[in-house]
């Protein structure tokens, strides 16, 4: 099946096992003891685990949770780069899939919300007064930042250095 081919309708219904169910379950887990909902983690779990790109409605039925907040959870995690969405040709129908890109993108994300944090922190240094024991804080959390920032960055680097080979697509 190429990546343009409408999925085999019987072919979403992948065997999910105990120990992917488990699994599928340890990421509904996992994310929500980080304050994101536990449906979240679950379809997460679920794109990693599917062979193939999935319907919303594909989703819902497998996770057994409404479409409504599968649609919800979507929007966080194509606003992350954890989901990517997949239009297929001939099909009308939106599909979802773990994007190749999903890591590098969530490390890019990271960065942007690092880089926000130290704006914020500026911002707050130029409220306070000089001399304020206040500034102590704020210039340290302007240096953690640019240390973040400059993590990350050394991170896609290695990150796409390991992942360089060009056959690395998803086969759906």
């Given at each position: 099946?190429?990546?343009?081919d ?5 072919s979403?219904?992948q ?6 169910l488990r ?6 887990v ?7 909902a536990?449906?979240g983690?679950?379809i997460l779990g679920?794109?990693m ?8 409605e ?7 949770v409404?479409?409504a ?5 979507f929007r966080?995690?194509l606003?992350?780069g954890?989901?990517e ?5 001939g ?9 190749t890109?999903?890591w590098e ?10 880089i ?6 500026e911002?707050?240094l ?6 304020d ?5 704020l ?7 640019d ?6 960055q ?8 390991r992942?360089a ?7 759906y």
């Amino acid at each position: 099946m190429k990546n343009t081919d409408p999925p085999d309708s019987n072919s979403h219904k992948q065997n999910l096992t105990p120990e992917l169910l488990r699994f599928i379950h340890s990421m509904g887990v996992y994310f929500e003891s980080y304050g994101i909902a536990r449906i979240g983690g679950l379809i997460l779990g679920l794109l990693m685990v599917a062979h193939e790109p999935l319907s919303a409605e594909e989703i819902a039925t497998t996770l057994k949770v409404s479409r409504a907040s599968v649609s919800t959870n979507f929007r966080i995690l194509l606003t992350s780069g954890l989901a990517e969405k997949v239009m297929l040709h001939g099909d009308r129908t939106s599909y979802y899939a773990f994007p190749t890109t999903a890591w590098e993108l969530a490390i890019q994300v990271s960065t942007q919300s690092v880089i926000a944090l130290k704006r914020l922190a500026e911002q707050g240094l130029q409220a306070v007064d000089a001399g304020d024991s206040v500034q102590t804080r704020l210039q340290q959390t302007i240096e953690f930042c640019d240390m973040q920032v400059e993590y990350n960055q050394k991170m896609i680097v290695e990150w796409r250095a390991r992942h360089a080979s060009p056959a690395r697509q998803p086969v759906y």
